[in-house]
């Protein structure tokens, strides 16, 4: 039974009778107008369309998490969080019209075949796949389907006159969900967890145990940007790191009976050693359980910028034709009482821009502009203050570094030059990359981002339609350096290696690695 993201996913099904007397009371004229639509309308009418917005609108006025899903929406929602697809287990990019395999992923049948990072895709079934202007669905249609069938590729490879014929038996392929896992200083490990699917439990474990294994007394648990998944996942994951029969998040509907807690159990691998939690305002649900419960505990610091609040548990119900209904049913408290959920009493558009209005209002660089009223004052169980009022709000406030913001910036994100040039630069240097940094610790030692590079990276964006900026470079140059490099690492060796690089200067985690040093847990009373 796996427990979602803003709530529950039970599937319920409803009693016959029941249905039968509660639409006998209560849906008496829709049945009317459907019927009079039908029968009487001057044009044809789509009543199953009528029926599906119908249903949006009305889910619409109630909050914004409860929703309708169709059957395709359903299993494209869920795919993340299950933690695998039918596929043939390549991380591809499109360069220049031409298909660019980056990455197979471990144990996935490419990998078992021999295919290589930087091998081209150049047909699929026959079907030629260069020249054109070819998307990421056209790829994953083509590429994806079911377990044990067969598809048919050949491959251009730097070096070899004649293409290269695969045919792959589509196999389950494995979602990771957590992005890095490494030694952050000789004594502290880091885990960079992107969402809560059903394998982070285990994921999780296994990153604890690797590192252990290399010396970890402390840990830093990264949920920053990690928008939540399975309230299951967050529970396992929260039980690793509190010790036994600590209440970590407790439900509650419209009764007091309703009532429903979680706690955890002795099984944790890391109850003991300091522990800091890293959230902003793109953690949401699983990942302010977590959070929540650290800091309600005292078993942690939590350091960053306030959660985002989303704090909803939901139902999911199931229509007949496959599509269902995620309708909203309790609330999510952490162990003190704070409610999870941030107001939404003003409407879903309003609901979705409080970023933008917390940003506008100086939230992200001032945290003295963050006012709470007494009564959402909360105490923790060794008597800390904490607030509630929707989200979690850090021991520790970062500001969100805008130093290197510039348009000229903006515009390399938004037309995809960083990708682009560095899967392109990674194509061409790929044999001196290799012969030169043998491994990633020699790359991360001394490979360095050179003027030259940064000519072809100019030069690039301006091929692109991205002016050449002076001012923009001057601005946000030591940035754009930054990311190249670990751009380039995570095209030869991984999203891990990625974030080993980009964190150097990651300010919540320079932050976290002070205070592992400092006497905060101490004089805090903390329990580590």
Not at 207 to 216: F, R
Not at 254 to 260: D, L
Not at 368 to 373: H, K, N, V
Not at 499 to 518: D, R, T, W
Request: charged share 30%.
């Amino acid at each position: 039974m796996y427990r979602l993201v803003t709530g529950l996913l039970l599937l319920f099904a409803v009693p016959q009778v029941f249905a039968q007397r509660y639409a006998s009371k209560e849906t008496e004229k829709l049945d009317y107008l459907l019927y009079f639509l039908n029968n009487n309308y001057v044009d044809s009418v789509n009543t199953h369309e009528i029926v599906e917005d119908g249903i949006r609108a009305m889910l619409k006025e109630l909050d914004p998490h409860s929703i309708y899903l169709t059957k395709e929406e359903l299993k494209e929602m869920d795919e993340p969080l299950v933690g695998n697809f039918d596929g043939i287990g390549v991380q591809f990019n499109i360069l220049e019209d031409t298909i660019v395999v980056v990455n197979t992923i471990v144990g996935g049948p490419s990998e078992k075949l021999g295919i290589l990072a930087g091998d081209k895709i150049v047909e699929i079934e026959g079907e030629k796949m260069t020249g054109m202007k070819i998307k990421n669905k056209d790829v994953i249609d083509r590429l994806r389907g079911p377990r044990g069938t067969v598809v048919k590729v050949s491959i251009y490879r730097k070096g070899v006159k004649k293409l290269i014929d695969y045919s792959i038996t589509r196999d389950k392929i494995p979602l990771t969900s957590i992005d890095a896992t490494y030694m952050a200083d000789p004594e502290t490990g880091y885990i960079k967890l992107s969402r809560f699917s059903a394998t982070s439990g285990n994921e999780f474990l296994e990153s604890l145990e690797k590192l252990k294994s290399q010396g970890m007394k402390h840990l830093v648990i990264d949920l920053t940007g990690n928008g939540g998944g399975y309230l299951q996942t967050a529970i396992d994951i929260a039980d690793q790191v509190l010790g036994d029969k600590n209440l970590v998040v407790y439900t509650q509907g419209r009764t007091e009976s309703s009532r429903v807690d979680y706690s955890s159990t002795s099984k944790g691998l890391f109850e003991k050693g300091k522990l800091i939690v890293l959230i902003d305002e793109g953690s949401a649900s699983a990942s302010e359980i977590v959070s929540g419960a650290v800091q309600d505990l005292d078993r942690g610091l939590i350091i960053g910028r306030r959660s985002f609040g989303k704090g909803l548990v939901q139902n999911s119900f199931p229509f007949p034709d496959g599509s269902a209904m995620r309708m909203t049913t309790a609330r999510y408290y952490t162990p003190a009482g704070r409610c999870i959920q941030k107001p939404y009493e003003d409407g879903v558009e309003d609901y979705y821009d409080d970023l933008n209005e917390r940003f506008k209002h100086g939230e992200f660089t001032n945290r003295d502009s963050i006012q709470f009223a007494d009564s959402l004052k909360y105490y923790t169980v060794g008597k800390r203050l904490v607030y509630g009022g929707g989200g979690i709000m850090p021991d520790i406030f970062i500001s969100l570094d805008t130093t290197d913001n510039s348009r000229y910036l903006t515009d390399l994100y938004r037309k995809g030059v960083f990708n682009r040039f560095t899967l392109k630069y990674v194509d061409t240097h790929r044999e001196e990359l290799n012969s030169s940094y043998s491994d990633f610790a020699k790359f991360k030692k001394s490979f360095k981002v050179t003027d030259d590079i940064m000519k072809e990276f100019t030069d690039f964006g301006t091929q692109e339609e991205v002016e050449f900026d002076a001012e923009g470079i001057e601005r946000s140059g030591h940035f754009i350096k930054r990311q190249i490099r670990a751009l380039i690492a995570n095209q030869v060796w991984g999203i891990n290696e990625y974030y080993q690089c980009i964190n150097e200067e990651n300010p919540i985690l320079k932050e976290a690695l002070m205070q592992m040093k400092s006497d905060s847990f101490k004089n805090l009373k903390l329990r580590y």
